[in-house]
């Protein structure tokens, strides 16, 4: 993870910026199977090129209107939580 904090990560650890493919969230909004998923991840059939949304990005919290990206983080009972995040926050965990 990022040297800065970000809120919406804390207690979350191997915090990434992407598609999933063990992600439930990521293969439902894509139309696919967590195993359909991860071979369209594979194959570049099917990424992460962001989409704009008034909703607050749920990693700083910010309200404004913008491009939200999927990131992902491991709780602190082994299940990957989904997280849609602004472009600042894309370009701080990277």
């Known amino acids: 993870m990022a040297t800065?904090?970000?809120d919406g990560f804390e207690g979350l650890t191997h915090?990434?910026?992407g598609?999933?493919?063990g992600c439930v969230e990521c293969a439902d909004r894509h139309g696919k199977s967590l195993h359909g998923m991860s071979l369209a991840i594979s194959t570049?059939?099917?990424y992460d090129e962001?989409?704009?949304s008034w909703s607050p990005c749920e990693g700083c919290g910010s309200?404004?209107?913008g491009t939200r990206?999927?990131?992902h983080g491991v709780d602190s009972n082994g299940d990957i939580i989904h997280l849609d995040?602004?472009?600042d926050c894309l370009l701080a965990l990277n």
């Open 50 to 52: 962001g989409s704009f």
């Open 69 to 71: 990206y999927a990131a």
């Open 19 to 21: 598609l999933c493919p």
């Open 85 to 87: 995040i602004c472009e």
């Open 44 to 46: 570049g059939a099917v």
């Open 4 to 6: 800065q904090q970000i």
């Open 63 to 65: 309200t404004l209107g």
């Open 15 to 17: 915090c990434t910026t």
